[in-house]
């Protein structure tokens, strides 16, 4: 059985002026515990870039209503062959199967954060925990193939 080698977490409020900290803090995890396991600075950048969609969706979209010192939750686990970034919202839960996908080469507003993030990862899930939060789990494994 695989065991978590790393892990790290960090509540912020809810204020897109706080994504530079958030992928600071990220890139600093990144740095000091992904090289020794072989991760690629492309799949850091992809990560990054993850989590840095996540992080706005949770702001824009699950806490427009709520004050901006309601908490978010971020944790990232490395394990020996992937990464998971994990961040709980207190927002409404929302149904991402519902989304429709914009077609290529069309120009809208929006909607095209949660094909981002598919494509990003290797796995997205988003669900809503027992304490009345949602959960958007983001997994990368470290190898390409392994997923």
């Not at 978590?4 to 992928?23: F, T």
């Not at 969706?57 to 994990?86: C, F, G, K, M, Y």
């Amino acid at each position: 059985m695989l065991s978590i080698v790393q892990q790290d977490h960090r509540m912020v409020g809810s204020d897109l002026k706080l994504l530079n900290q958030v992928q600071q803090w990220f890139e600093e995890f990144c740095q000091q515990y992904l090289p020794k396991y072989g991760w690629s600075d492309s799949q850091l950048y992809r990560l990054n870039l993850a989590l840095a969609e996540g992080f706005t969706n949770a702001v824009r979209h699950a806490h427009h209503s709520l004050p901006p010192e309601t908490t978010i939750e971020i944790q990232v686990s490395l394990w020996i062959d992937r990464l998971e970034i994990r961040i709980w919202d207190y927002g409404k839960p929302f149904n991402p199967d519902v989304i429709t996908e914009p077609e290529p080469g069309t120009l809208q507003v929006g909607g095209y954060g949660w094909f981002l993030l598919r494509r990003l990862a290797d796995k997205v899930v988003y669900e809503r925990d027992s304490d009345t939060r949602n959960c958007l789990l983001i997994v990368k494994y470290c190898l390409e193939e392994q997923h």
